[in-house]
């Protein structure tokens, strides 16, 4: 659990984790980047008077480091051999969450993680959306994950900690996504399981909200140089560069929306010539125009 301005929830997220039942020994690692809120005041008092207080590991930043170095921070002092992520304005729902998520995890080494539905709602927790899309209720692979970009709700996703586990250097660029890049990480090693029978977790969308605080041109800015770096970190993935070309399509048309042109001009142009150079993309580049023509016509 990272930790940033989050006094008004953070208190919702650890009581999430410390009614967990479990048979096994669980660590919370809670990260504070250096917050100049009142964060670090209630951490410390669920550790001094909460009964599984204990189960708390606090971390406070001498200085603010980022979320992506915060994360990978986190990642990196996790001890267990299962990992599960909350972010601290998110929060669970089902106290034998962790329970049922590791019990399938150790009969099924074929998958490397599990997720669950999730939840969303507003900053002071009134749900607005009951579930992730229908469609993305399902197991993924490597190929599919990064073609169809669903949503795995971090907040839901248990995962096994492998004793070589070390994500590539290019993970400290990333921007804000760094569950994009960790799931792409894992899935080398194991496909992903879909667990219906979990109660959801909640994801919160508030102002400050390092994702959802972005509007669908700057959430494609930051998926665009997450995927650049996964090319990087794995150039052999030629899905990878498919969705690349998806994604810019999708900059150059909210590009437009935004009249931003001369971002729409250099993302338009460099797809067209994939194009010429790559007929396998024009049915994509095509499909974009509809949308495209019905913003210029007014329509």
């Given at each position: 659990m990272i930790a940033f301005k989050v006094e008004k929830?953070?208190?919702?997220?650890?009581?999430?984790?410390?009614?967990q039942e479990v048979d096994f020994e669980i660590e919370l690692i809670i990260s504070?980047?250096?917050?100049?809120?009142?964060?670090?005041?209630?951490?410390?008092?669920i550790i001094e008077t909460h009964p599984r207080g204990s189960w708390i590991k606090y971390k406070k930043q001498e200085k603010n480091i980022g979320s992506t170095l915060n994360y990978l921070w986190v990642l990196e002092n996790c001890t267990g051999n299962y990992v599960s992520i909350c972010d601290s304005d998110d929060f669970w729902s089902d106290p034998n969450k962790l329970q049922n998520q590791v019990d399938f995890l150790e009969g099924h080494p074929e998958y490397i993680a599990s997720f669950h539905n999730r939840y969303m709602c507003d900053e002071n927790g009134n749900v607005t959306s009951t579930s992730i899309d229908e469609n993305q209720?399902?197991?993924?692979?490597?190929?599919?994950?990064?073609?169809?970009?669903?949503?795995?709700?971090?907040?839901?996703?248990?995962?096994?900690?492998r004793e070589d586990f070390n994500l590539p250097e290019e993970f400290r660029k990333v921007v804000v996504n760094g569950d994009t890049f960790l799931w792409t990480y894992?899935?080398?090693?194991?496909?992903?399981?879909?667990?219906?029978?979990?109660?959801?977790?909640?994801?919160?969308?508030?102002?400050n909200g390092l994702w959802s605080s972005n509007n669908s041109f700057k959430k494609s800015k930051l998926s665009y140089n997450t995927y650049l770096l996964?090319?990087?970190s794995f150039p052999e993935r030629k899905s990878i560069n498919?969705?690349?070309f998806e994604i810019k399509n999708n900059?150059?048309?909210?590009?437009?929306?935004?009249?931003e042109f001369k971002i729409f001009?250099?993302?338009?142009?460099?797809?067209?010539?994939?194009?010429?150079?790559?007929?396998?993309?024009?049915?994509?580049?095509?499909?974009?125009?509809?949308?495209l023509l019905s913003r210029l016509s007014g329509k």
């Open positions: 929830y953070i208190q919702k997220a650890i009581e999430g984790v410390l009614m504070n980047d250096n917050s100049p809120d009142k964060t670090g005041e209630i951490v410390e008092k209720k399902r197991n993924w692979n490597f190929e599919e994950l990064i073609l169809r970009m669903p949503e795995i709700p971090s907040a839901s996703v248990v995962f096994r900690k894992l899935l080398q090693f194991g496909d992903f399981y879909y667990d219906s029978t979990i109660l959801p977790s909640y994801y919160r969308q508030h102002s996964l090319k990087e498919d969705q690349l900059l150059f048309y909210y590009a437009f929306k935004e009249r001009g250099k993302y338009y142009f460099s797809n067209l010539f994939t194009c010429i150079i790559r007929p396998k993309y024009l049915k994509s580049f095509f499909r974009i125009h509809k949308p």
